[in-house]
T-cell receptor
């Protein structure tokens, strides 16, 4: 079964600092990769996704992520964070579950706090 | 377009009691999911429906959890009897029909606000 690990539990940054959140997954086959975000008091929503092609994908609000297949990684980046980026970020992998379906597996999440 | 609706938003019960959660997916979404999110962890899939049929319930603790989607629209998730370790947020999500032809057929899941369950 696939698994996802996120390196940081809680990251605290000042506004305008650069952000990189690590994500590694374990699965030997073809995967789709996602970053979801949950702003305080809001629903979980999709930030960006990788299916195939260019390994550098761009999402909403200036976020991007790079898929490095050899490292099984899909790190999230943003050059300059804003206070409004304060949220919890989840990396997720969609892969064959072995139970007859494709299953989305989430990491434990990284809480980002941006200080004005 | 209305999002995924869930009720109740909060529920507090004592252990060994029963509880039920309701989900109404986005109109036209044939696939519906229930996830359990324990504090400090990411969501974990419990069960996936396509229309009113179960696609995957491999991670559903079937001795106490049950779910149904009788008419292929709304769904209920039930816990009977509840244990302390069932305290979590229960998320419902929906998507357009998920193909089984491979990861390329994946459709985005849209999540509801969740139901926060506390078992005392």
């Amino acid at each position: 079964a696939q698994s996802v690990s996120q390196h940081n539990h809680h990251v605290i940054l000042s506004e305008a600092a650069s952000l990189e959140l690590g994500c590694n997954y374990s699965y030997g086959g073809t995967v789709n990769l996602f970053w979801y975000v949950q702003y305080p008091g809001q629903h979980l929503q999709l930030l960006l996704k990788y299916f195939s092609g260019d390994p550098l994908v761009k999402g909403i609000k200036g976020f991007e992520a790079e898929f490095i297949k050899s490292k099984f990684s899909f790190n999230l980046r943003k050059p300059s964070v804003q206070w409004s980026d304060t949220a919890e970020y989840f990396c997720a992998v969609n892969a064959y579950s072995g139970a007859g379906s494709y299953q989305l597996t989430f990491g434990k999440g990284t809480k980002l706090s941006v200080i004005p | 377009e209305a999002g995924v609706a869930q009720s109740p938003r909060y529920k507090i019960i004592e252990k060994r009691q029963s509880v039920a959660f309701w989900c109404n997916p986005i109109s036209g979404h044939a696939t519906l999911y229930w996830y359990q999110q324990i504090l400090g962890q990411g969501p974990k899939l419990l069960i996936q429906f396509q229309n009113n049929g179960v696609v995957d319930d491999s991670q559903l603790p079937k001795d106490r959890f049950s779910a149904e989607r009788l008419k292929g629209v709304d769904s209920t998730l039930k816990i009977q009897p509840a244990k302390l370790e069932d305290s979590a947020v229960y998320l419902c999500a929906s998507s357009r029909p998920q193909g089984l032809a491979g990861v390329g057929s994946y459709n985005e899941q849209f999540f509801g606000p969740g139901t926060r369950l506390t078992v005392l």
